[in-house]
């Protein structure tokens, strides 16, 4: 019987093929206690497993091959990091040796542990950080269980089966396409998804930050995340397929559905060929207004993915990714210096803007005992982002120098997230002199920096005129601004469906920003998921935007949307949209 599950669309595409299940190994973990005199031998089973999955993710870096997303070789660093996480070690030994819990049994005790201090993260992106965890937690144990990765299935799986009516639909010259349907899957085990014969993926777990979807992205695998129990409801060698475009899985499709999509599949393919035809043809709208098309990065080695899909800019580099996965350290200023030097150089003279460390106290940086004065009931509204920075004068300070120094080796601005007073904003900018005091005083060289401010409270919308006395520009974050309009956490499922970039309330503090700037001759840019996505595009363009910054695997999907626009027209329906009670219904 045809049915279907619904997750998180996180990579455009649609594959279509039998379904190879893959369990998670703590689902089958064997608890009990061990005798005292066993607990060397436990800890001893727990450290050379972890060992041996370090040293396959160092062979993995090393036998990359040229064409391997850049995304990979960061998301590997990441898991070596938390395999040498302290926390992790130390609990686990805490549990054999405290507990005498057996082996496996610490391990999963410790991640459970861990994983419910990431949910406790208000950031999306970091809170994601627990499914890179569990990964980790799982290769150990399957290494314990002599288990080998699940993107390696066993002999041409499916060349030898009984072909059905659905089979008989694809070419009969070729094997039965194989799509995986896990729990998770790791960035290492994905390295492995090219030379296998999976068509597609989908996964229990997972967000659209997940590494899981990153990965997916650059690696072009259409892929659906976060569908539950569909590893429960989907049986081994079932049909199915993935709709990465609409986040749908359809499991035993009719003939006539199999048709559909297979048509579909063609159809994609196509527009994926005429879009790379795009990615030299500057963004002019039909009317001859040109359209900035930046990129957003986490690391340095992104900025090729940038230049690759054609960014004139990268109008967002995330700097926190440098303070995350450390154990007590933050990046001093020449490891700093150093990474935004690598981006700035990846970029090849086109402009960077950096923004400074967007991070908090639930963030759980240097902080790995989790002391309860730095934790916080409601850490959205807490101590982070430009709060946190502006409390430790130090670390912010080490920041600033860095990002002023990198400015002598080409075009960068710098960005501040989260501010909303006046005051906030003075002792920023007396800061930033402070710091160019600093590097005078020692005779260090660094370069001008034009200075920006992120617009995603509705207090620092409503206060726009006062912000652009100060700064050179302006950035809208719209995923925070929609969620301090709303009084919405977007992560939370029984409110979820109230999170609406449509509002008009959200529409109309991003239209009066932009407006504004414009009044000022200053420049804005939208940075947040709405800027990526084509179907606020023309909607962007009426209320006046020239600017937007997205992932790059979406610039030249939003740079067709541009070329087929004409603003003076989307103009007057922009407004139309911002005075009706339900925008959405209208775009």
């Given at each position: 019987m045809t049915f279907?599950?619904?997750?998180?669309?996180?990579?455009?595409?649609?594959?279509?093929?039998?379904?190879?299940?893959?369990?998670?190994?703590?689902?089958?973990?064997?608890?009990?206690?061990?005798?005292?005199?066993?607990?060397?031998?436990?800890?001893?089973?727990?450290?050379?497993?972890?060992?041996?999955?370090?040293?396959?993710?160092?062979?993995?870096?090393?036998?990359?091959?040229?064409?391997?997303?850049?995304?990979?070789?960061?998301?590997?660093?990441?898991?070596?990091?938390?395999?040498?996480?302290?926390?992790?070690?130390?609990?686990?030994?805490?549990?054999?040796?405290?507990?005498?819990?057996?082996?496996?049994?610490?391990?999963?005790?410790?991640?459970?542990?861990?994983?419910?201090?990431?949910?406790?993260?208000?950031?999306?992106?970091?809170?994601?950080?627990?499914?890179?965890?569990?990964?980790?937690?799982?290769?150990?144990?399957?290494?314990?269980?002599?288990?080998?990765?699940?993107?390696?299935?066993?002999?041409?799986a499916g060349a030898s089966r009984k072909r059905s009516q659905q089979d008989l639909l694809l070419d009969d010259t070729m094997d039965v396409p194989l799509v995986l349907v896990a729990h998770d899957i790791s960035p290492a085990d994905m390295l492995q998804f090219k030379q296998s014969l999976f068509a597609g993926f989908t996964t229990d777990v997972g967000g659209k930050t997940s590494h899981t979807a990153i990965v997916a992205r650059s690696m072009d695998i259409p892929a659906v995340v976060g569908a539950r129990s569909a590893s429960q409801l989907i049986k081994q060698d079932d049909w199915v397929i993935i709709d990465g475009d609409a986040g749908v899985l359809i499991v035993d499709p009719s003939p006539i559905i199999l048709a559909e999509y297979g048509f579909k599949q063609r159809q994609g393919e196509l527009e994926r060929e005429r879009l790379n035809r795009l990615k030299h043809t500057p963004a002019l709208t039909m009317d001859g207004e040109r359209v900035e098309l930046l990129a957003n990065i986490e690391m340095p080695d992104d900025t090729l993915g940038a230049v690759k899909a054609g960014a004139v800019g990268v109008g967002l580099f995330r700097s926190e990714f440098l303070f995350m996965g450390r154990s007590g350290k933050l990046p001093d200023e020449q490891e700093q210096y150093l990474a935004y030097r690598k981006a700035i150089e990846g970029m090849q003279g086109l402009p960077v803007t950096i923004r400074t460390v967007d991070i908090g106290a639930d963030k759980l940086l240097d902080r790995p005992t989790g002391k309860a004065q730095d934790r916080h009931l409601n850490p959205a509204l807490g101590l982070r982002a430009i709060r946190w920075s502006l409390a430790d004068p130090p670390m912010f300070l080490t920041q600033l120098r860095a990002i002023l120094r990198v400015a002598a080796h080409g075009q960068v601005s710098l960005l501040v997230p989260m501010l909303a007073h006046a005051s906030e904003i003075r002792q920023t900018l007396a800061l930033i002199d402070h710091a160019r005091a600093q590097l005078d005083n020692h005779g260090i060289a660094y370069g001008p920096v034009r200075l920006g401010a992120m617009i995603e409270i509705p207090a620092a919308a409503l206060m726009v005129k006062l912000f652009l006395r100060y700064f050179d520009f302006l950035s809208i974050g719209t995923n925070d601004l929609i969620q301090y309009t709303l009084a919405i956490d977007r992560a939370d499922e029984s409110v979820a469906h109230l999170y609406d970039p449509c509002h008009p309330a959200v529409l109309r503090l991003v239209a009066d920003t932009i407006a504004e700037c414009q009044r000022q001759g200053k420049g804005v840019t939208v940075c947040g998921e709405m800027a990526g996505d084509v179907g606020m595009t023309r909607l962007l363009l009426g209320l006046g935007l020239r600017s937007f910054s997205m992932h790059p695997s979406q610039i030249l999907a939003v740079k067709q949307q541009i070329l087929r626009a004409d603003t003076g027209k989307l103009k007057l329906w922009a407004q139309e949209i911002l005075e009706s009670e339900e925008p959405g219904a209208l775009l």
């Open positions: 279907s599950v619904h997750g998180l669309a996180v990579s455009r595409g649609i594959a279509i093929g039998r379904a190879v299940l893959v369990a998670s190994s703590r689902a089958d973990v064997a608890h009990y206690f061990i005798d005292a005199a066993k607990t060397v031998e436990e800890i001893t089973r727990v450290r050379v497993s972890r060992n041996a999955v370090m040293d396959e993710i160092l062979r993995l870096q090393q036998d990359l091959p040229k064409d391997a997303p850049h995304e990979i070789t960061a998301l590997l660093d990441v898991h070596l990091m938390l395999l040498q996480d302290e926390q992790l070690i130390n609990g686990v030994k805490h549990w054999i040796a405290d507990r005498h819990y057996n082996a496996e049994w610490a391990l999963t005790t410790q991640y459970e542990l861990i994983a419910r201090q990431f949910d406790d993260m208000e950031d999306e992106y970091l809170r994601e950080r627990k499914a890179d965890l569990e990964q980790v937690v799982e290769r150990i144990l399957r290494h314990m269980k002599g288990v080998a990765s699940p993107v390696q299935p066993a002999g041409q």
